[in-house]
Structures are given as C-alpha cells and as structure tokens.
C-alpha cells in the first residue's frame, strides 16, 4: 500500500472578520493551543473574555455555512429548478420529460413566432411612418404692398396675356402656374391658356376638360383677373409675339422686354414657357405660384370623381404606395436612355428619324446619362430600390404613367416581389374610363389624383409630376394631417 499522505482542508473566512481579530487572537486561531491540564480549568476561565469572543466567533462561522449551503440562489443559472424533493419524486418517468420538452418547444416557437412577426410589423410601421413635416407650414398670406396693388391689376382693361402651353399634363401645369405670375407681373389679365396638341398623344383636351374653370377663375380673383377669351375692343389687335423666351428669367427682365410693347399693343402672345421665369422669385410671386398650383389648379368634376373613387379602392385595405412609372416609348426616346437589349434597336431607330424628340443631353452618350442618374429605372432597378427601401412584399402599390414599352411583360420582375401591384384599368370598373379614352392628359390628371392620395410617392425618374405631388405635401398639410413620406423633399415652396 501506497503511503497515505496528510491532507489538509481550508476554510475561507471573511476578511472583515479577520481584520476584527487581534494578532494573538489570530494566532490563537493558527496556533493548536495545548491541552490543558484537569487542574487548569477552573471557574476563572469563564471570566476570561478571549474565550467567550472565540466562542461567539465560532458559532457565528459554523452558522453561516450552514446557511450559506441550504439556500437556494437568488438567480438560477439554469431553466431549471433545483430539485427539493425526495429522490424518489425528483426524478419524472421517460413520458413525463418528453411532454415537458415538448411544452418547452411550443412555447419557443411561439415566442420567436412573435418576435418574428414584431420585427415584420416594425419594418412596415417604419416604411409607412410619415415624416412630421420639419416645421414647413403653407404660408400664402401676402404682404400690404401685394394687396396694394392688387386692386389696380384686376381691374386693368387695357393689357391681356395670350399664352400656348405645351408637353403633357403635369408640364402644362407648370406653364399655367408660370404664365398667371407673368400676367401679376405686367399687371395685365390673363386670357385661359392655350393647350397645344401634344405631337405624341394627339390629345386636344382643352383647359376646361381637365381644369374647373370657374374654380380657377374664382381663386384668382384677388390677384390677376383671368378671362375665357379677348374682349370685343382687342380682337383686331396684332399681339406682340415672343417665341423664345430665355430660360430662367426674373421679373425685372420681363418688365424690361415686354412691357412698353404691351401698353402700347394691349395684346402680349407667349408660347413655350417651360422653366422660362425664374424660380428664384419675390416671396409674394413665390406665394403666388403655390396658390395657383395647390389651390387654384384644381382639376374638373368628372375627373376628380373618378380619381377619387380609385383611391378610395386603393385604401380599402390600408395604406399604399403609388409609383410613377416612366418606361413608355416616347420617354425611352426623349431621355436619350435604352430600355433593355431587346428594345434598344427600335429607340435607336427612333430617335435617328425624330432627332427633335430628344431633350435629354445629346452631347452625353447612353451610359454617361445612365451614370448621371438622367434615365429612368426599369422594373428590375424599381424593385431592388424598393427593397432596399424596406417596403413589405405585401405592400399595395398603384403605379402611375402609360403602357410600358412592352407592355405588362415589362413589369414581371416587379410583380414577382410585389404581387399586389395595380393601375388605373386594374381598378376601374367597366365603362368608367370610356369618357377619357384616347386622352392622355385626362388619364394623367386621374393617376395625378391616386398618387396624391397615397401614403407614400416615388417617381422612377425626376419630372414633373414628382415635384408637383412633393410639393402638394407641403400645401395641404396644414388642412390634412396625413402627410406623405416625400414631404421632406419639397421644402423650397414653403419656407417656415
């Protein structure tokens, strides 16, 4: 047999214990004392003080690791309890541990069941979270010297503004916007613009097809008198015509070219006023272009019906998003851009035969635009931008715009992510748009109006309908608080 070797057991001891200690205490404590003889022991030793502290301390040591191994840990380390009962009890049979694994797993799943689907419902709130709008508010309320003047202006019979808009809907409606501001400009009224025959439509939609007239007359009435046609007395007049206006002209430029001309004519005739008058202007003519646009431009009965109904179907199932598609024909061709391999010929083609079509940048080739941002996304680039957005695949989205270059087949990978995807025929019912058929620029006012009334706007390429529905944001927000995601992007209109 091996030699047994002595072992030794240590007992840890507080230090606040220990520094309570004397020294001779202590080395009482590590000292084995002697034995003491029978005789040594007598009723002095009671009186002793050294022997009762060490008794006290003693008990004191031997109680608190009694209590410190019967109590249970205030925060178990394990899902499970320490087991308390008898051996017998402590231990379930087979079946019993396999329904309590079972209960433990049901309960997982559902618990990350519920995380899973807070985490959908945090990404969707958070998609269709409007912004608090960053203090803008609509601020039409014009100064004394305006108002002064106002009087004197709409009650002019001597000069009247002629204007030809042209392009599409939302581009006409810049025009209209600029042409009423030059008109408050040269104090003269303005005659109801001219809509000229859009050379790739063929629409001849007049101002009161798509425009309500009488609104339009009637909240302009304090700024600029507009007319539906010459008085008897101008008819005869020879108006001075101006057809190129320089881009991005101020006010004082305008006085300074037209006005002479015009008192002594009485007749000023404008055409092609896209992004001609300046948008750096006065805070009053800056007031003036929002009202006319958020206020005065308000489109006519049947129309605004009819888009309001579509809305109305669009949010029956909550909130939705409208997406301005611009992947026609004619935009592939204006843009200078290509829509895919199987396309590219034909626009090429195209813009060879119809070089005055292309407005885009012609000293860029194809891809500096694409680099530059100056094309519009196809359905592929639209639905990888909107995942990247975050918006849910179950999100209803209602896309704006005409019938894509190749038709529906061209927006299969976005109907793939994004099944609950609609459009204007989608959701009218039969006989509805029959009215408006064949005329695009009413058919543009009814996508206006949905894409006005959704939670959330995006425009797969800048233009003018993006800006004006930005900018709608801002007009009403003072009269409806629901507001819309883009509303940060538009604050120019609207200073605080």
Not at 21 to 26: F, G, H, T, V
Not at 384 to 404: C, D, H, S, T, V
């Amino acid at each position: 047999m091996s030699k047994l070797k002595k072992q030794l057991s240590y007992i840890s001891v507080p230090s606040q214990i220990i520094n309570s200690l004397s020294s001779s205490s202590l080395q009482s404590l590590l000292v084995s004392p002697k034995k003491p003889s029978k005789s040594s022991f007598s009723r002095n030793s009671y009186k002793n003080p050294r022997f009762w502290f060490l008794t006290l301390f003693l008990v004191g040591l031997f109680g608190m690791l009694k209590l410190g191994f019967n109590l249970d840990p205030p925060i178990p380390f394990s899902p499970y309890p320490c087991f308390t009962t008898s051996p017998r009890d402590s231990f379930a049979s087979n079946e019993q541990q396999n329904g309590q694994k079972d209960e433990i797993l049901k309960g997982f799943n559902e618990s990350q069941a519920l995380v899973s689907k807070g985490f959908e419902d945090s990404e969707e709130s958070e998609f269709w979270k409007q912004p608090d709008g960053m203090g803008y508010r609509p601020c039409l309320h014009f100064s004394r010297e305006y108002r002064k003047y106002s009087n004197a202006i709409v009650k002019d019979r001597r000069k009247y503004l002629l204007v030809v808009v042209s392009g599409g809907m939302n581009q006409q409606r810049n025009q209209i916007v600029d042409a009423v501001v030059i008109a408050r400009i040269l104090g003269a009224a303005l005659v109801v613009p001219i809509l000229q025959v859009n050379v790739i439509w063929g629409d001849e939609s007049e101002f009161s097809d798509i425009f309500d007239l009488e609104h339009f007359k009637s909240v302009l009435a304090n700024d600029v008198r507009i007319v539906s046609s010459l008085p008897s007395t101008h008819l005869m007049t020879r108006p001075v015509e101006e057809k190129r206006t320089p881009l991005h002209v101020s006010p004082q430029w305008i006085r300074a070219r037209y006005l002479r001309r015009l008192n002594r004519e009485g007749v000023l005739l404008l055409r092609g006023l896209d992004s001609r008058l300046s948008k750096d202007l006065p805070s009053d003519l800056q007031k003036l272009r929002c009202k006319v646009a958020f206020h005065a431009l308000r489109f006519a009965p049947p129309i605004l019906q009819l888009g309001n109904k579509l809305a109305e179907r669009m949010r029956n199932k909550g909130p939705y998003l409208s997406l301005h598609l611009r992947m026609e024909k004619d935009v592939w061709v204006r843009t200078g851009c290509l829509p895919g391999p199987e396309y590219d010929e034909m626009i090429s083609n195209e813009r060879k035969q119809r070089p005055e079509l292309l407005t885009a940048r012609s000293n860029m080739t194809y891809h500096e635009r694409k680099l530059a941002g100056l094309c519009p996304l196809n359905a592929v680039e639209v639905t990888r931008l909107l995942k990247a957005l975050g918006a849910p695949k179950i999100a209803r989205i209602y896309w704006a715009g005409g019938e894509p270059l190749g038709g529906k087949e061209a927006l299969l990978p976005l109907i793939t992510e994004f099944p609950h995807l609609y459009n204007k025929e989608d959701l009218a019912l039969p006989g509805e748009l029959e009215p408006f058929a064949n005329k695009a620029s009413l058919m543009a006012a009814i996508d206006y109006i949905v894409s006005e009334n959704s939670d959330v706007f995006m425009p797969s390429h800048g233009g003018n309908m993006g800006h004006a529905i930005q900018g709608v944001c801002r007009a009403h927000e003072v009269y409806n608080p629901k507001q819309k995601t883009n509303a940060a992007l538009f604050p120019k209109l609207f200073p605080p």
